[in-house]
């Protein structure tokens, strides 16, 4: 599986962005589908992932009630709306896949395929 995404760019405080996560090669064997930020100086941290078939949603404390993650099976399409965007947003985003649907959503080192990452800058 192959993961392109794109939609980063630089916003203000309290703006929106929506990033985008193209798959392409095996994607029958997508499981979960997740994004990861990384500011400089910083973990990776897991932002929220979708369950490919069902479409069950899952987010981290810091992002509930203001991202949306979203998929489009169809055009083999995962999204990530931003809104009421902070300064401590800013990060490299990053989509990733894997296969295995049972082990914890937020673990990075699950996950198999990794997109490029795209580059979120909130201003305040």
């Known amino acids: 599986v192959q993961l392109q995404a794109s939609g980063g760019g630089s916003v203000q405080a309290g703006g929106s962005l929506r990033l985008s996560c193209a798959a392409s090669?095996?994607?029958?064997?997508?499981?979960?589908v997740g994004w990861f930020r990384q500011a400089p100086g910083k973990e990776r941290e897991f932002v929220a992932g979708?369950?490919?078939?069902?479409?069950?949603?899952y987010y981290s404390d810091s992002v509930k009630g203001r991202f949306t993650i979203s998929r489009d099976n169809a055009k083999n399409m995962v999204y990530l709306q931003m809104n009421s965007l902070k300064p401590e947003d800013t990060a490299v985003y990053h989509c990733?896949?894997?296969?295995?649907?049972?082990?914890?959503?937020?673990?990075?080192?699950?996950?198999?395929?990794w997109g490029q990452g795209t580059q979120v800058t909130v201003s305040s």
């Open positions: 979708i369950s490919w078939s069902n479409g069950n949603t």
């Open positions: 990733a896949a894997r296969t295995s649907l049972f082990t914890p959503m937020a673990d990075a080192s699950t996950y198999v395929y």
């Open positions: 090669g095996r994607t029958s064997s997508t499981g979960r």
